[in-house]
């Protein structure tokens, strides 16, 4: 009953936190640190050093020993310098989300946070940096370099849809560890959680199903050539216009039509709702079986359709539709 | 972290945290017992050769448990012994060479750490002298070193010293500002002392002590005077008054030191009815580990706040609250023509009659056969005198071993003693003629230094008689200057530069090679500094701090001192400011601000990449915008580009600045000429 409502006020409490960091540190692809982001607090250590002080005070007092009290004040006057120095050093860094990549459900992604250095002549930020998901992710600890350095987070991706980045908190305790400078922060990102690849037979469909909208009579295929369009990643190297290339026009693909009515299509319907996700990670294993044998196809996912097409942008978009599909 | 394999940063670290250790146990020699210190050493060396790599398991957890078990055993063994203070200082200490073996969490290193730095200030209770505070303080350094070695691991040993040398200097003004300001409190409550070997003058005196003491050139006290220091022959240093004789020795009589204590319980202290002039001075006692204090007769304890330390005795002598365990500072009133007669007579007359019943049987015939010759007790004495002046007396640092009968064997056979043979000799024959007389032991003369001050040493230790003449109270008699006139005039060096016994056990010591100048020079420079090291960092008390703000603010108002403390914040506040506010960045010259006001103007309309540089913008901006936009922007990018790359002379970049201040102007106006169409873009 008791916990019960300890872990409600617990809750209660997280929450409101959460929304005030909302407010004070909103998501950014990169962050640089300063008074507005930066908390600091005396850390285990400075605590022990306090109470240190204060028995050496009481030491040096009863004793009427000023060498005594004198430690006592240098250690106090330290302490102050190095609230400043651990900030001013804290402050210098500059926080960027890295490259991200999709990954698929059940892995877990790599995120890369980079830490740069200040630009100019200004002095480097030195010490630690330890660097965690809130609230109980993997401690990653990142020894600062003179240029920039860079920590990888790794978070487990369960589900399907936008990868949950809670914020990080990043935190140090140069110099002297007598302070713990620390922020939490929340990154925008777009990194897409896709379904987990179910290994199924390719099944292609000759036309989307009835209800949605009929495209173009013409169907990107294999068979007659159509146009040129200028070079995609991840289209088949046989297709590239190496004339034209050649000639010095820059790199194109040749296009090619197949005749109306050629299996194109991955369908998701019919599926129950029950059978869904297993279907979607069906889906995602044929994509990218099709992808990697640099054949077109499209996607139907009922309401919602991709024109059918190939390279690994095309992909890309084609699993990012999956991953997203009725979240 | 500190776990299994030792990686570079907590090898740097716990090496130096090591080395603090060793640094700290070698200061704290004396009060750490030899098996304390053995622990410590064997946990140093596991530690080390485990950061080094030498070693790759550490102690178990269950062998140190059983260690301390063992350890904690023989330390409860010794504590009564030891007491309580150095007994704590001892289990720190051996807690500290236990966790050190055992090492492996952070929660570890910032116990120690914390121990360290408090083992440190547990050091300064025993040693106080400029140069321990020295070592201490670069213990201190390496403490903070390890501290910073494990925070930061990229940096090397010159570049962590730098660092910590910066935020060293930092904080060093702010701590001064701090110990100057703060108020100093009276201690909370009584704390232990350490047991320490007394040094200095002893409670009783046998003729010889004071001999052995003069062997040693250790600083007793020093004196400063406000007006002119007083002559040799008037500085004689009063600290014990011994009043009970046994045929062989000298001590303080028992019944004195109970009337003291009565009158101590009473709060009744005996201040002496000062007459004539009186001088101020301030005396700087060396720990002793003994209660007695030195001042010249007749002093009086002006402030009744000192009077809490400081109890003014009835034999015109001052006794310390607690025994004398670190430098004390004590001010004073000097009245020289101040008679001693204002004691209680029938007391001093009863304990300084007193003889033992037997013993010294020829002194006691010499006397009877001086008492028939004199009239008075002035002429008895002249007679004395007379007789040690006739008869050759010698002064000398070895006297002959005289067991029996003392002042018989001194008086009429051996005839060659040290100040205590003669003050012990000359009081008893005193007593013996019905004229109360008492030994007093304490200082005589010390080296003058410049107008400042005068430093008393060990081997300046004297002895003297004092006797109760009916018409003017308690007269100082010194049978030693009757005998060597340069003891007293000259001191000690000069009184036995014949026999050259002067510090004899002691070839190394500066005060003995006073005939090398430099040498000489040295020594004095070294006394100097340590003066100014008791008087303004040892002893900066209360009093000492209210005259700091008196001559600062003139009157102590409730105003003036709530003014020392805003203004010290404010002051701790600007040092901050200048530490911490950083430095403005160099301006950019005209022509990189011009430049970027220019892009700051275009790319809203026309987007740069993130990858374009000038080139390939100014490429963009002309193949998109109007001419009119175009045209200036790339006159602006062909100077920029000129002024950045090509390092142009000083006139050429004042032409070229105007240029590009016009180009800037003319793109500033067609983007206003094009402004709907643009923001419709």
Redesign the interface.
Known sequence: MINALQQRLNQHWQARIGRWLDRRIPPARSHQLDHRNIFIFPSRLGGLFLLLCFGLFLLGTNYQNNLMLMLCYFLLALMLVTLFSSYQNFARLQVHLGKTQDCFAGDVAHIAVWLNQPQGDSLPALGIISMRQQPDGEECAVTLTPSSSHGTLSIDAPHRGPLPLKRVTLSCEYPLGLFHCWTHLAFDHDVMVYPRPVPSPVTLHGKPQEGGPNSSTDKAGQDEFHHLREYQRGEPLNHVAWKQVAKGQGMFSKHFVSEQGAPVWLNLMPCTTEQLEQRLGQLCYQIRELTQAQQSFGLDLGKHQITPDCGLDHQRRCLRALAEFQL | MIGAPANT?DQLSQLLLSAAFVMISIGLFEPIMGWILVLMACAVVIRAAYALGVQSQTVSMTTVNLLALLAGLVLAYFSVQLGLLVAMVNLLAMACALKLMLMRRR?DF??L??SA??L???G??FH?SMAM?GYFSLC?GVI?LA??A??????TLPQLTG??GR??L???P??VL??MV?PR???????PTAKSTETGLADRMKPGDIAQLSQSSALAFRASFTDNIPPPNQRYWRALVMEQFDGQEWQIAPRRKWEEEQLRLQNKAFVPAPQGPGAAYQVIAEPSYQHYLFSLDVSVVSDPGVRKRVWPGTAYQLRSRDPV??KMQYDLVYYPQTPLNQTNYSLDRQLNLQVPRQGNPRTREWVAKLQQQSTSARMLIDNIQRYFQQQGFEYTLRPALMPNDPVDRFLFDNQAGFCAHYASALAFALRLADIPARVVAGYQGGEVRGDDYVSIYQYDAHAWVEAWLDDQGWVRLDPTAWVAPSRILYGLERAVAEEGTFLADDPLSLARLKDYAWLNQVRLLLADMDFLWSQW?????ANRQRDLFKSLLGKLTAFNLSLVGVVSVLL?TIL?AV??I?KR?PRRPLWQKRYHQALALLEPVWPRPRHYGPDDYVRHVNQTAPADIAGPFNQLTQLYMYLAYQRPSAASQRDTDTRMNRAYLRLKRALGQHRPPASAR
């Open positions: 940063q929660k910032r116990q750490i914390v730095l408090f440190l200030g547990c300064f209770i106080q505070s201190l903070l501290m910073m494990r925070h930061g691991p990229q940096l660092g910590l935020l060293l930092q904080a060093l702010i701590a701090a110990f703060m409190l009276g201690p909370f409550w009584q704390m365990a670190s960092v040892l002893g900066f008390d701790v901050l530490y911490f950083p960045a």
